[in-house]
Protein backbone atom coordinates (compact mmCIF):
# COMPACT_ATOMS: atom_id res chain seq x y z
CA UNK A 1 0.00 0.00 0.00
CA UNK A 2 0.92 3.72 0.03
CA UNK A 3 0.86 6.39 -2.56
CA UNK A 4 4.31 6.59 -3.85
CA UNK A 5 4.84 6.91 -7.47
CA UNK A 6 6.54 3.72 -7.72
CA UNK A 7 9.76 4.68 -10.14
CA UNK A 8 13.57 3.88 -8.66
CA UNK A 9 16.28 2.90 -10.54
CA UNK A 10 19.62 1.28 -9.30
CA UNK A 11 23.28 3.24 -10.34
CA UNK A 12 25.98 5.78 -9.74
CA UNK A 13 24.88 8.72 -7.85
CA UNK A 14 26.62 12.05 -7.00
CA UNK A 15 25.40 14.46 -4.95
CA UNK A 16 26.74 17.24 -2.88
CA UNK A 17 29.97 16.54 -3.52
CA UNK A 18 30.26 13.21 -2.95
CA UNK A 19 29.37 10.08 -5.18
CA UNK A 20 29.02 6.22 -4.67
CA UNK A 21 26.40 3.73 -5.73
CA UNK A 22 22.71 3.42 -4.83
CA UNK A 23 19.47 3.48 -5.58
CA UNK A 24 17.07 6.76 -6.05
CA UNK A 25 13.35 6.79 -5.55
CA UNK A 26 11.22 9.44 -6.82
CA UNK A 27 7.99 10.00 -4.93
CA UNK A 28 4.85 11.55 -4.64
CA UNK A 29 6.35 14.39 -2.15
CA UNK A 30 10.52 13.81 -2.71
CA UNK A 31 13.05 12.18 -4.18
CA UNK A 32 15.40 9.91 -1.95
CA UNK A 33 18.54 8.56 -2.27
CA UNK A 34 19.64 5.16 -0.58
CA UNK A 35 23.10 3.11 -0.56
CA UNK A 36 26.18 4.98 -0.38
CA UNK A 37 24.98 8.09 -0.20
CA UNK A 38 21.82 9.29 1.14
CA UNK A 39 19.44 12.04 1.12
CA UNK A 40 16.08 13.23 1.05
CA UNK A 41 15.43 15.66 -1.51
CA UNK A 42 12.03 17.47 -1.43
CA UNK A 43 10.21 17.59 -5.06
CA UNK A 44 9.85 21.05 -4.41
CA UNK A 45 13.19 21.70 -4.37
CA UNK A 46 13.77 20.36 -7.71
CA UNK A 47 13.98 23.13 -10.34
CA UNK A 48 15.20 21.47 -13.17
CA UNK A 49 15.01 17.89 -14.84
CA UNK A 50 17.01 16.37 -17.90
CA UNK A 51 18.29 13.75 -19.23
CA UNK A 52 22.07 13.78 -20.74
CA UNK A 53 22.92 10.09 -22.06
CA UNK A 54 22.63 7.61 -19.40
CA UNK A 55 22.34 10.38 -16.69
CA UNK A 56 19.19 11.54 -15.10
CA UNK A 57 20.09 15.42 -14.07
CA UNK A 58 18.04 17.21 -11.25
CA UNK A 59 18.61 20.75 -10.28
CA UNK A 60 18.52 21.33 -6.48
CA UNK A 61 18.92 24.12 -4.28
CA UNK A 62 22.34 22.27 -3.07
CA UNK A 63 23.67 21.47 -6.22
CA UNK A 64 23.29 18.93 -9.38
CA UNK A 65 22.38 15.43 -8.38
CA UNK A 66 23.35 13.26 -10.96
CA UNK A 67 21.93 9.86 -11.17
CA UNK A 68 23.77 7.70 -13.81
CA UNK A 69 20.89 5.12 -14.39
CA UNK A 70 21.03 3.83 -18.41
CA UNK A 71 18.75 6.21 -21.08
CA UNK A 72 15.52 4.24 -20.47
CA UNK A 73 15.33 4.45 -16.84
CA UNK A 74 16.58 7.87 -16.45
CA UNK A 75 13.78 8.87 -19.15
CA UNK A 76 11.53 7.15 -17.78
CA UNK A 77 12.67 8.81 -14.08
CA UNK A 78 12.12 12.30 -15.82
CA UNK A 79 9.00 11.90 -16.58
CA UNK A 80 8.19 10.95 -13.46
CA UNK A 81 9.52 13.77 -11.93
CA UNK A 82 8.06 16.22 -14.76
CA UNK A 83 4.72 15.40 -13.87
CA UNK A 84 3.17 17.22 -11.74
CA UNK A 85 1.88 15.52 -7.97
CA UNK A 86 -1.14 14.80 -7.09
CA UNK A 87 -2.89 17.06 -4.99
CA UNK A 88 -4.13 15.65 -1.18
CA UNK A 89 -7.96 15.85 -2.51
CA UNK A 90 -7.12 13.78 -5.49
CA UNK A 91 -5.17 11.34 -3.62
CA UNK A 92 -8.51 10.71 -1.07
CA UNK A 93 -10.41 11.19 -4.16
CA UNK A 94 -12.82 13.66 -4.10
CA UNK A 95 -13.67 16.93 -5.77
CA UNK A 96 -16.41 19.57 -6.15
CA UNK A 97 -18.76 16.60 -7.68
CA UNK A 98 -17.16 13.95 -5.75
CA UNK A 99 -17.47 15.43 -2.21
CA UNK A 100 -16.52 13.79 1.19
CA UNK A 101 -18.15 13.97 4.69
CA UNK A 102 -17.05 14.64 7.78
CA UNK A 103 -18.34 12.32 10.47
CA UNK A 104 -16.94 14.79 13.10
CA UNK A 105 -15.15 18.12 13.12
CA UNK A 106 -11.33 17.44 11.69
CA UNK A 107 -8.52 19.16 13.16
CA UNK A 108 -5.59 19.05 10.69
CA UNK A 109 -5.08 22.04 8.83
CA UNK A 110 -3.65 20.04 6.48
CA UNK A 111 -6.38 18.13 5.53
CA UNK A 112 -8.97 20.85 6.53
CA UNK A 113 -7.18 22.78 3.66
CA UNK A 114 -7.72 19.40 1.25
CA UNK A 115 -11.25 19.42 1.88
CA UNK A 116 -12.40 22.70 1.70
CA UNK A 117 -15.16 23.18 -0.81
CA UNK A 118 -15.62 19.54 -0.89
CA UNK A 119 -17.58 18.69 1.70
CA UNK A 120 -21.46 17.61 1.89
CA UNK A 121 -23.81 16.41 4.67
CA UNK A 122 -23.01 12.60 5.81
CA UNK A 123 -26.02 11.20 4.31
CA UNK A 124 -24.95 12.72 0.57
CA UNK A 125 -21.26 12.09 0.55
CA UNK A 126 -19.55 9.66 -1.96
CA UNK A 127 -16.54 9.46 0.67
CA UNK A 128 -16.53 9.76 4.33
CA UNK A 129 -13.63 11.04 6.53
CA UNK A 130 -13.10 10.39 10.17
CA UNK A 131 -10.21 11.63 12.50
CA UNK A 132 -9.14 8.89 14.92
CA UNK A 133 -6.57 9.76 16.89
CA UNK A 134 -7.71 8.07 20.55
CA UNK A 135 -9.31 5.06 21.48
CA UNK A 136 -12.66 6.73 22.18
CA UNK A 137 -12.85 8.25 18.39
CA UNK A 138 -12.58 4.62 17.37
CA UNK A 139 -15.19 3.30 19.40
CA UNK A 140 -17.37 5.76 17.97
CA UNK A 141 -16.54 4.70 14.76
CA UNK A 142 -17.08 1.64 14.87
CA UNK A 143 -20.40 2.30 16.07
CA UNK A 144 -21.15 4.34 13.28
CA UNK A 145 -19.80 1.46 10.73
CA UNK A 146 -23.38 -0.49 10.15
CA UNK A 147 -25.13 3.12 9.22
CA UNK A 148 -22.53 4.22 6.34
CA UNK A 149 -23.79 1.66 4.13
CA UNK A 150 -21.26 0.79 1.13
CA UNK A 151 -19.07 3.88 1.25
CA UNK A 152 -15.38 3.65 1.85
CA UNK A 153 -14.21 5.36 4.94
CA UNK A 154 -10.68 7.84 5.05
CA UNK A 155 -9.52 6.82 8.67
CA UNK A 156 -6.52 9.24 9.50
CA UNK A 157 -4.36 8.27 12.23
CA UNK A 158 -1.49 10.41 13.98
CA UNK A 159 1.79 9.28 12.78
CA UNK A 160 5.05 8.48 14.72
CA UNK A 161 6.51 6.33 16.89
CA UNK A 162 4.30 6.25 20.09
CA UNK A 163 1.32 7.77 19.23
CA UNK A 164 -1.73 7.83 21.31
CA UNK A 165 -4.14 5.07 19.23
CA UNK A 166 -1.39 3.07 17.12
CA UNK A 167 -2.73 2.40 13.12
CA UNK A 168 -2.31 -0.99 13.37
CA UNK A 169 -5.36 -1.33 16.09
CA UNK A 170 -7.86 1.06 14.18
CA UNK A 171 -6.87 -1.76 11.06
CA UNK A 172 -7.51 -4.47 13.57
CA UNK A 173 -10.91 -3.08 14.74
CA UNK A 174 -11.93 -1.91 10.97
CA UNK A 175 -11.57 -5.52 10.04
CA UNK A 176 -13.39 -7.16 12.99
CA UNK A 177 -15.89 -5.08 11.76
CA UNK A 178 -15.38 -6.73 8.52
CA UNK A 179 -14.37 -3.27 6.85
CA UNK A 180 -10.55 -3.73 4.84
CA UNK A 181 -8.38 -1.21 4.31
CA UNK A 182 -7.15 -0.81 0.31
CA UNK A 183 -4.80 1.82 0.29
CA UNK A 184 -2.66 4.72 2.88
CA UNK A 185 -1.48 8.16 2.06
CA UNK A 186 -0.04 11.17 4.08
CA UNK A 187 -1.40 13.95 4.76
CA UNK A 188 0.78 15.86 7.12
CA UNK A 189 3.66 15.91 9.37
CA UNK A 190 0.87 15.20 11.97
CA UNK A 191 -1.42 12.59 10.37
CA UNK A 192 -1.98 9.85 7.58
CA UNK A 193 -5.04 8.19 6.03
CA UNK A 194 -6.28 4.56 5.81
CA UNK A 195 -8.90 3.58 3.37
CA UNK A 196 -11.47 1.17 4.47
CA UNK A 197 -14.54 -0.37 2.65
CA UNK A 198 -17.08 -2.67 4.03
CA UNK A 199 -15.87 -6.66 2.75
CA UNK A 200 -18.39 -8.04 -0.16
CA UNK A 201 -20.25 -10.69 0.82
Not at 17 to 46: D, F
Not at 126 to 138: F, R, T, W
Not at 176 to 187: E, H, L, Q, R, Y
Request: proline share 5%; aromatic share 2%; with cysteine.
Amino acid sequence: MGDVMGQEAEGALRFRGAEGAGRILVESAEVILRGEIRARVPRAAVHGVRVEGDDLVLETAEGPLVATIGETRAAALQQALLKPPRSLAQKLGIDASVRAGCLWPVTDPVLQEALAGRVAPVVAAAVLVAEVLDSAALARLVDALPDLAARPVWCVNAKGRNPVLPEARIREAMRAAGWIDSKTTAVSDAVSATRYARRKG
